[in-house]
């Protein structure tokens, strides 16, 4: 199974995946590739596969991505066709961590293999807070990816299930009831 989870930025969709992948040690991570800077704690391999904006783009052209997109600061993001069908060929079950295009993309082309799961923040002002908390972006960069926020949570309804984090321990527990009712 692929478990897809998607929200706006700064919604705890990255925490919450983090959280249940301590929970369920037998869920491989879908690592994207994009062509954004590393941040500090970020690791190589681990987090994401950084690429050069030509890496990326030969990626596109011999069609080694699932899905991707030219998201925030013109920076590319995407899932790698080899991670997904190398945990499907072997049987594992896959959580991603990626943008709301993307998850519906995932759903579309692998349809009942793949459980999607809407992050829902509390409110924008709780989301930009988020956002601001993080520090590892500008004010510019922060306001850029808000813009996005109307249209991700118009797409909600079409997951399977949504689940609002206004409290984290709380939107842990919800993702990790639907995981157990639908794979375990």
Known sequence: MLIVISAPSGAGKTTIVKEILKKYPDLNFSISATTRKKRENEIEGKDYYFLSNSEFENKIKNDELIEFEKLYNNCYYGTLKSVVDENLNSGKH???DIDVNGALNLKKIYKEKAITIFIKPPDLDTLKLRLQKRDTESDSQIEERLKRVDMEMSKAKDFDFVV???????????????????IV
């Open 164 to 182: 609002l984090n206004d409290e984290l321990r709380s939107a842990i527990n919800n993702v990790s009831d639907i995981i157990n009712k639908e």
């Open 94 to 96: 896959l959580i991603f």
